[in-house]
């Protein structure tokens, strides 16, 4: 490997991945009972509506729900390109390989194809990025970019790096670079988010792009610090803060549903047979419909009934078949007396 981005690890960056590793676990738990397809369109729209806002897209979340509902809105031509080539692009989110140059390529054709007559090909005039104070960032110049992106892959490809600080170094690195004419920073942000997608699946319900919006003046600010100090250090810091906030915003739903299933929610719609079911599988994860019937007091016939509904409602789950055993997302203790 040839070409090694220069960054500096520090024990904050260190601190955070134990912090985000340690909250993605706490979700991952309930990934697939609880994390919805609704709460998966929400958290797209929080993305989608994030990364465009940055940009100066203010449809927002209403309007952009609306839109993927098929209904008229109004905006100017410009905005609804806008929106409808990152609602393209991130359906196709879960198909992109993040190693793949051709990739980001097909990415960027997709988000700006009703806007750039050259989507999906590197820029070919020299750019200089603005920031607050004016001009901050002279890109290299069009004719490096595509070796410089070649290396740029390569270097993702090759790196040991984990992932979260590997993705932060090549979001950072991606902008320094500004390979296209336009559309770099949701790209970046796109990349980023698939490159976290390829490490943990949970990342496709993950609004990162939502977060680095409400921090949109410190996520200029730590690119603007990274290009003055020639290391992507205070970006990937940055990053890592924002990745965590996200994780644990997803997190405060996940629990908020555990809670309404132990508590009042669903607490409320279960009767004391079906707590008593739940207890006695939490006890005996083998237990069979017949044992059931025997400590409930009620037919086998009205046991499976229960066991129906309770997995209906996510709050047992059956792994393994026939020979497998009960899975109990609540716990019940039986109220003394």
């Known amino acids: 490997m040839s070409y ?6 520090t024990s904050k960056m260190i601190n955070l ?7 993605l676990t706490k979700i991952e738990v309930y990934e697939h009972t609880l994390i919805t397809p609704y709460l998966r369109k929400i958290n797209r729209i929080k993305t989608l509506a994030g990364t465009l806002e940055i940009e100066g897209n203010f449809l927002g979340e209403e309007k ?9 809105v109004l905006a100017t031509v410009l905005e ?8 393209k692009a991130y359906e196709k989110f879960e198909e992109y390989d993040c190693y793949s140059l051709n990739d980001l390529l097909k990415a960027h054709k997709i988000l700006m194809g009703e ?3 050259t989507a999906g090909t590197f820029r070919s005039v020299n750019v200089g990025v603005g920031g607050q104070s004016g001009v901050t960032h002279v890109a290299p110049p069009f004719y490096r970019v595509p070796d410089l992106m070649c290396d740029l892959f390569e270097w993702l490809k090759s790196s040991d790096e984990h992932p979260l600080i590997k993705s932060s170094v090549f979001h950072y690195e991606f902008e320094f670079i500004h390979p296209f004419s336009d559309g770099n920073g949701r790209i970046g942000r796109l990349w980023q988010s698939a490159i976290l997608y390829k490490w943990k699946n949970i990342f496709s319900s993950v609004p990162t792009e939502s977060i680095v919006r409400d921090y949109q003046n410190s996520y200029y600010k730590a690119l603007e610090d990274s290009t003055e100090l020639g290391e992507s250090t205070p970006f990937i810091e940055f990053m890592l803060e924002v990745i965590l906030e996200s994780i644990e915003k997803v997190g405060n739903k996940v629990g908020n549903k555990v809670g309404n299933k132990v508590g009042s929610k669903v607490g409320n719609d279960l009767n004391e047979n079906q707590k008593l079911i739940i207890q006695s599988m939490s006890q005996n994860p083998k237990i069979s419909a017949k044992k059931l019937s025997d400590i409930v007091g009620i037919s086998v016939r009205k046991i499976e009934e229960n066991i129906s509904k309770l997995k209906e409602m996510r709050v047992i789950e059956r792994v393994g078949g026939t020979r497998g055993h009960w899975k109990t997302m609540v716990s019940y203790k039986k109220t003394e007396q």
């Open 17 to 23: 991945v134990s912090e985000i590793s340690e909250a």
């Open 80 to 87: 609804l390109a806008e929106v409808n080539g990152a609602i």
């Open 64 to 72: 952009i729900t609306a839109i993927l509902d098929g209904k008229r």
């Open 4 to 9: 090694k981005p220069p960054f500096t690890i």
């Open 115 to 117: 806007i750039l007559t």
